[in-house]
């Protein structure tokens, strides 16, 4: 008897496997954000979708020479496993980098990961357990969401206004939770121009955001990774440097140097590092030796400090683009944050207008965005969209605005006069034409 051949189907109800999966992995889903890459990386679409840093302005002449210099003089090594904390040189740059913002550490206590996302990934699996609760802002970065998902926590969102997470907002959501019986297990926070809310938490509620964490019990991860990319070249002390016993740290050089190495870290209270290094290890043994080397040989040699401000120049254009054009195009009733550092900005459209819904029809008229429900775990978020203006050219975003632009008016014509035009199925203009904007 001849088996039948497998089916690939691709449709999730027709897996064969289902039955078998662990039961954390129905929080497992695709990102909104990754549904969309596909389409919105074509060339015709002006994607302000990803968060792809911009890596033009980097040396990769001399980066090239100096990866082949390490090949050669310590080709043993960096080909080799290493520790599963990482190599210690490059854990004492971190300390200097991390100085920077305030922090004053000891590079024991650094573990290196395979991007921040790995450290996410750690510390949630560290700390929670199936039903334990996880405090983020609203909205929150879409790739802890997936963590904290995978992890079956469940996210309650604190508000957020121009300042950053609110004070007050904060006591509320640890009260409800106490009241209902809930266990919280850590903030998750992104003090530094947020990802995807554009804002910055002002400096006063610093203090005052760890005094309420530490009086209800309640750890700190404060995720990190746009730090050094404020325009006017500010910094604000990090969370850590104020209270380093109750909050991990998560520290990436993917927006300061190249993403495509994957190399972050994570900085713990001591007894934290040796369970991070134990989960570090199950998970994948060492990081990668040989990129772990390029940043450090990177971090001697270059003038790192003078190649974050040329990002962050290049940064600040694209910023003034986008604000510009939003300010121009965008119709009124829409409202949008002013990040004065990172890559995002967060923008609020008039009532009745659904940016989920909106999406395949801005994607025709070829733009693209990233709708706001993806950076909420409760639904929320649908009159938010998350504009990039890391990536594309000054005169992309311009254009990219204008398109998205003219999409919004013709929704809110619709709802102007048809009401709420979320749930209608309404065909957009033609095929997209290649580019020529
Ligand atoms: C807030 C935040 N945390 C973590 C990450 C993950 O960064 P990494 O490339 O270091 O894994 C990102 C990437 O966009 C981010 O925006």
Redesign the pocket.
């Known amino acids: 008897m001849t088996a039948n051949p497998p089916e690939h189907t691709g449709r999730r109800d027709l897996d064969p496997h289902l039955a078998r999966y662990a039961a954390r992995t129905a929080g497992m889903t695709a990102s909104e954000i990754r549904a969309l890459f596909a389409v919105a990386s074509r060339p015709e679409v002006v994607s302000l979708a990803g968060?792809m840093p911009n890596l033009a302005a980097l040396p990769l002449d001399s980066l090239s020479s100096q990866v082949g210099e390490i090949i050669a003089e310590d080709g043993l090594v960096a080909l080799q496993y290493g520790s599963a904390q990482g190599v210690p040189v490059l854990r004492e740059q971190i300390c200097e980098v991390m100085a920077m913002e305030g922090i004053n550490a000891h590079s024991d206590d650094v573990v290196v990961t395979v991007?921040?996302?790995?450290g996410?990934d750690m510390v949630t699996r560290l700390f929670c357990d199936p039903g334990d609760v996880v405090l983020a802002e609203g909205p929150s970065?879409v790739?802890?969401l997936g963590s904290f998902a995978a992890y079956q926590a469940k996210v309650v969102h604190v508000v957020m206004d121009d300042q950053g997470l609110v004070p007050e907002a904060l006591r509320e959501a640890l009260a409800a939770a106490e009241r209902a019986g809930q266990r919280v297990k850590f903030l998750y926070t992104?003090p530094n121009f947020h990802?995807p809310a554009g804002v910055t938490l002002a400096v006063e509620r610093r203090a005052e955001i760890l005094a309420i964490c530490r009086a209800h019990g309640v750890l700190v991860v404060e995720?990190n990774?746009y730090g050094l990319l404020g325009f006017d070249g500010q910094t604000y002390p990090a969370l850590r440097s104020l209270d380093p016993d109750n909050v991990v740290y998560?520290g990436?050089f993917?927006k300061t140097f190249a993403?495509g190495l994957?190399v972050?870290w994570v900085l713990a209270p001591h007894a934290v590092r040796e369970k991070l290094v134990l989960a570090a290890e199950s998970a994948t043994l060492c990081p990668p030796s040989l990129n772990q080397m390029i940043v450090s040989r990177y971090l001697a040699t270059h003038d790192w400090k003078g190649q974050i401000k040329t990002f962050r120049e290049n940064y600040r254009e694209r910023r003034d683009a986008m604000l510009s054009a939003l300010e121009q195009h965008l119709p009124s009733g829409c409202s949008w944050t002013n990040p004065d550092g990172g890559f995002y900005v967060w923008v609020t459209v008039p009532e009745g207008v659904d940016t989920k819904a909106m999406l395949p029809r801005a994607v025709t008229a070829r733009v693209a965005y990233a709708s706001g429900t993806g950076f909420y775990a409760d639904g929320f978020g649908s009159r938010q969209m998350r504009l990039s203006y890391c990536y594309p050219t000054p005169e992309r975003i311009k254009e990219g605005v204008r398109r998205l632009a003219a999409v919004l008016e013709s929704e809110m014509d619709l709802v102007r006069t048809f009401g709420n035009v979320s749930m209608r199925a309404i065909p957009g203009p033609e095929t997209p034409s290649p580019d020529t904007a």
């Not at 991007?115 to 790995?118: A, I, K, P, R, V």
């Open positions: 968060g991007g921040s996302q790995m996410l970065y790739g802890a992104i990802n995720d990774p998560l990436s993917s993403s994957r972050g």
